[in-house]
């Protein structure tokens, strides 16, 4: 009897064990797993598509669905994502099987379409630069130059505007109205202690021909009409003879000076725009005073005051933006050769250009930043 127990009990055992395998291979299906490549975000112009598909591991007999704002748009393994207007958009991916969901957030940032017309650099530390500055050493003429801006604009990155008198033109793809209030935003990387301040020039398309070759109005600054700003100011930079030396350079005030090579920090052997063929070239605008100063006596620490109100890649507390990084102007701003007040009732270019002739020691020169433009009348 004891023997016949046994085996029953043997059996139950064998029994239970098969049971458990059995359950363990369906409780233990992998659940899906959503490969991005670690590319979540994207940023592209109006009108711009993007396709997002995702590698997914463990999907089989999955269901898929894209959600913008908690709004299903497709339910298609893959989603066509078209940027119809400017902002940031959040859309969410949902994979689901019988053994689990994975998700992905994906943050797509709109903006205007543009154009650059033209990008003139003065000479600068992060002109030509490979690293930090994004270029490759190919930009060998004015196209290739305006293709790099554009590119490194696309993607959200600053263009660099060199020393004083360096410049970008910029166009959207449809005017900017002179409405009420501040009309478009500049995006640039200041922030508290480091103003880089680039005066706003605009333009109308008075004769239709789709290009920046009609008449640019300042839009005046909170340095405008003071003593110490300097009206229709022109600098020539000089080639250097040798790599990885500084740029000379002169005035129409009768002054001289260098902007220095840094060879601490950089490495690219020219800071002279290498698709500027003349060996001088000159650079005209409004300089500012400089206000950028050491605040430790030793070299150590230099500081870049804002100025109040009307500059580009500046810190102000009235137009800058913190949450944009961007600072606002009023087309009504603009005025005429001699400070007069001129009525625009909408632009198509704009053009931002250094304003200062300053370096700050271990710093380098001061130099304009560029990140973006943006109409904020729409």
Not at 117 to 135: C, R, S, V
Not at 315 to 322: C, G, I, K, M, R
Not at 325 to 354: L, P, S
Request: charged share 20%; net charge negative; hydrophobic share 35%.
């Amino acid at each position: 009897m004891k023997r016949v127990i046994e085996i029953l009990f043997l059996s139950v055992i064998v029994a239970i064990s098969l049971s458990c395998n059995i359950d363990k291979e369906i409780t233990t299906a992998l659940p899906p797993n959503i490969i991005d490549n670690g590319k979540t975000s994207y940023r592209l112009q109006v009108g711009d598509e993007i396709r997002l598909a995702p590698n997914i591991e463990n999907d089989d007999e999955a269901a898929f669905s894209w959600s913008i704002e908690g709004s299903v748009v497709s339910t298609e393994r893959a989603y066509i994502f078209t940027a119809e207007s400017r902002g940031r958009v959040y859309i969410t991916f949902c994979v689901t099987t019988t053994s689990g969901e994975a998700r992905q957030e994906y943050t797509i940032d709109v903006i205007d379409r543009f154009t650059v017309y033209d990008y003139t650099p003065a000479p600068g530390q992060f002109i030509n630069e490979l690293k930090t500055g994004g270029f490759d050493g190919t930009q060998t003429t004015p196209e290739l130059a305006i293709a790099y801006a554009e590119r490194r604009l696309t993607e959200g990155s600053w263009v660099s505007l060199g020393g004083f008198g360096g410049y970008i033109i910029i166009g959207l793809d449809q005017s900017i109205d002179n409405g009420e209030g501040a009309d478009f935003a500049i995006a640039c990387n200041t922030f508290d202690g480091s103003s880089e301040p680039g005066v706003v020039w605009v333009m109308k398309d008075e004769n239709g021909d789709g290009e920046p070759n009609d008449r640019w109005y300042e839009l005046a600054g909170s340095e405008t009409g003071k003593s110490e700003t300097v009206q229709n100011y022109e600098v020539t930079y000089h080639r250097p003879t040798e790599a990885m030396m500084p740029v000379e350079w002169t005035d129409n005030q009768g002054n001289s000076g260098a902007i220095s090579y840094l060879e601490s920090f950089h490495s690219q052997e020219y800071y002279y725009p290498l698709w500027i063929e003349a060996d001088s070239y000159t650079l005209r605008g409004t300089l500012l005073k400089a206000r950028n100063y050491d605040s430790t006596g030793s070299g150590a620490m230099w500081v870049n005051p804002h100025y109040d109100w009307g500059y580009a890649d500046n810190a102000s507390p009235e137009d800058y933006v913190t949450a944009e990084r961007a600072n606002h102007f009023d087309i009504a701003n603009a005025i005429d050769g001699q400070g007069g007040a001129i009525t625009i009732e909408h632009i198509d270019f704009v053009k931002v250009q250094c304003a200062v002739q300053a370096e700050s020691g271990w710093h380098g020169e001061l130099s304009t930043e560029v990140c973006g433009l943006y109409n904020l009348n729409q």
